[in-house]
């Protein structure tokens, strides 16, 4: 069985530091599909040449092939950027891609677009040419960002998402956004986190008061570097002992600038730790009271689940990232990314009941729960929805 997928998000010959979640999920089930990924990166072009192609319906000479390497074929498309001309654009895309498709005598049984908001019109496109099924990826943040802008395109969008043979969301608070505004779902749902390269399960220990954070330097604005050195040094103030680590490589020039920020904000006890090998972190994790990343945009965030699962109770951004999974724990706080006072008070909480917190958390780990988090459940869960797509298997009534 041929599984095309459609993403903007895969790492490829253009560009190789994308995030890794949809390459995880594709490498962990290739033992049971075919897996052909289709690659796609945009070229930023100007408004007025979008419009230029637009009225000449002339999107197709800003669409080249790069290269094909095992099952990835790399891509790139012209289009400007905020979702101008987006459906326009994205089913010129979708023309070549069949024509492609034809061309190596792939005969797909199922597409897969890894975002509604964009990919998703190019994969219904793509089904209706080749009549299979098509199932989708939402992955929250860019999804909710284009829906808020453009509305215009909500009858589109929500005739994808209830189409969709299956819907793969992130975190339920992508498939409550979308059921928001699209309207409540029928079709078979499965909620599917990203797998983590590191997912072993760590007893919580009690540590001293110190809270960290981990994130690569280069993206601080969107971790919200400036609100948690703030909230840091609030509870700092109260509480001499504390400290907050910032995990995360960076260029010195980089480092430099940010140690800047924190001498600028008079703020004790917060220290840039530099990066940590992945194979260590979960380790690090399980040294610190709890972890705190309270991004202003986060669709998941692996790295909260590798928390969790290493002992470590975390503060999360409220309607993004993990919200959603772990309402009622104890262990999991979500808070406003623009409320440094609450992320203040949240990191307070922890320290002050880091002992209820990590036994209420080993009891989830040992009750199974944790499961849910770990490669292994992950990869079978996403085979499972792929067969319900493909109707070789059955979803649960309900």
Request: proline share 4%; net charge positive.
């Amino acid at each position: 069985m041929t599984i095309i997928h459609i993403s903007t998000d895969y790492p490829d010959s253009v560009q190789s530091a994308k995030t890794r979640a949809i390459a995880n999920l594709v490498e962990a089930t290739a033992d049971r599909f075919d897996h052909q990924v289709y690659s796609l990166n945009r070229r930023d072009i100007p408004p007025a040449s979008g419009m230029k192609r637009w009225l000449g319906k002339d999107w197709g000479r800003g669409i080249h092939r790069h290269d094909e390497t095992g099952n990835i074929s790399s891509w790139t498309y012209a289009a400007p950027s905020r979702g101008l001309f987006l459906r326009s654009s994205l089913h010129a895309v979708a023309d070549i891609l069949a024509d492609d498709i034809a061309r190596r005598g792939l005969r797909p049984t199922l597409i897969q677009g890894h975002k509604l908001s964009m990919e998703g019109l190019i994969a219904r496109r793509l089904a209706r040419h080749f009549n299979v099924p098509f199932a989708l990826s939402i992955q929250g943040n860019t999804d909710r960002s284009i829906l808020k802008v453009r509305r215009d395109l909500w009858p589109d969008y929500g005739q994808i998402f209830h189409q969709a043979a299956m819907v793969f969301p992130f975190a339920p608070w992508a498939l409550r956004y979308c059921e928001q505004a699209l309207g409540q779902r029928n079709g078979p749902v499965q909620m599917l986190p990203c797998i983590t390269e590191q997912d072993r399960i760590i007893a919580p220990q009690e540590a001293p008061d110190r809270i960290m954070t981990a994130f690569h330097l280069r993206h601080w604005q969107i971790k919200n570097f400036d609100r948690l050195v703030k909230a840091a040094n609030r509870v700092r103030q109260g509480q001499s002992g504390f400290t907050f680590d910032i995990y995360g490589g960076g260029e010195d020039g980089l480092v430099a600038m940010l140690q800047r920020r924190i001498d600028d904000a008079k703020a004790g006890g917060i220290a840039l730790k530099g990066s940590v090998a992945g194979a260590d972190m979960q380790a690090v994790m399980n040294r610190h009271a709890g972890f705190c990343m309270v991004s202003r945009r986060e669709s998941y965030g692996m790295v909260f689940a590798e928390a969790l699962l290493a002992g470590c109770p975390i503060v999360y951004p409220a309607d993004a990232a993990v919200d959603g999974y772990y309402d009622g724990q104890s262990f999991a706080l979500a808070v406003a990314p623009q409320d440094d006072g609450a992320i203040a008070e949240a990191m307070r909480k922890i320290l002050r009941d880091q002992k209820a917190m990590k036994q209420d958390l080993a009891a989830w780990q040992q009750s199974g729960a944790a499961r849910e988090f770990q490669r292994d459940t992950i990869r079978g869960n996403y085979a499972r929805g792929l067969g319900i797509a493909l109707g070789e298997e059955k979803a649960d009534a309900g």
